[in-house]
């Protein structure tokens, strides 16, 4: 599996972005649960959202509930990000992931990433 994010940039705080990560290769999308992690400067990658292979489940890192809304198309082979209310913090390296599994909050579990996107917020 191949992933490929795009739409990240800069943006002012308040303001909104949207990711969106495209799939490719021999692999049957729907099977894999997808998420979206972050690495900002000098800390540790975390999770920020995942959701089910059918997309009926999701579920947020604490820091992006009620702001970030994931979502998934599986007959585009696509998942986004949809990311309101942008803090300062919120600034990162932004890598979709893919797991065969559940929805993971382990970067251990997960299978294939995504090259990054970067996401700059101003203050």
């Known amino acids: 599996v191949q992933l490929q994010a795009s739409g990240g940039g800069l943006v002012q705080a308040g303001g909104s972005l949207r990711l969106s990560c495209a799939a490719s290769g021999r692999t049957f999308f729907a099977s894999y649960a997808m998420g979206w992690f972050r690495q900002a400067p000098g800390k540790e990658r975390e999770f920020v959202g995942g959701?089910?292979?059918?997309?009926?489940?999701?579920y947020y890192g604490d820091s992006v509930k009620g702001r970030f809304t994931i979502s998934r198309d599986n007959a585009k082979n696509t998942v986004s990000l949809q990311m309101n209310s942008l803090k300062a913090e919120d600034t990162a390296i932004y890598y979709c992931?893919?797991?065969?599994?559940?929805?993971?909050?382990?970067?251990?579990?997960?299978?294939?990433w995504g090259q990054g996107t970067l996401v700059t917020v101003s203050s």
């Open positions: 959701i089910s292979w059918s997309g009926g489940t999701t």
């Open positions: 992931a893919a797991s065969s599994r559940a929805i993971t909050t382990s970067q251990a579990k997960v299978d294939y």
